[in-house]
């Protein structure tokens, strides 16, 4: 496993915008698929996109052409650019990573994301 830090989380008005960052902390680790899931309260945690190392995205359907996954392989980084949020979208936010020859899944600690009305 890797260790994940994420940044980027904050409060925000609805239509407005913030922008995740998360690092993976691994000198020789092969990141394989990353990618931001988030829940909010009283509910599971869901998937909101996902990034494989050659570039494929995910998206739920939610925030398609809203939200605009993005990776650095050479820093080991993966990016959410949330547009227009809502307050719908208020939930915490986690980085997700497979890495490793045997793919281990690793979450980062996760950061707020609140959009007020």
């Known amino acids: 496993q890797v260790q994940l830090v994420e940044s980027g989380g904050g409060l925000v008005q609805a239509g407005g915008s913030l922008r995740l960052s998360c690092v993976a902390s691994?000198?020789?680790?092969?990141?394989?698929?990353m990618g931001w899931y988030r829940q909010a309260p009283g509910k599971q945690r869901e998937l909101v996109a996902r990034i494989t190392n050659g570039g494929t995205t995910t998206y739920a359907d939610s925030v398609k052409d809203r939200f605009t996954i993005a990776r650095d392989n050479a820093r080991n980084a993966v990016y959410l650019q949330m547009n227009s949020l809502k307050p719908d979208d208020t939930a915490i936010y986690y980085c997700?990573?497979?890495?490793?020859?045997?793919?281990?899944?690793?979450w980062g600690q996760g950061t707020q994301v609140t959009v007020s009305s």
């Open positions: 997700h990573a497979f890495s490793g020859p045997i793919l281990l899944g690793s």
């Open positions: 691994t000198s020789s680790t092969r990141i394989n698929t």
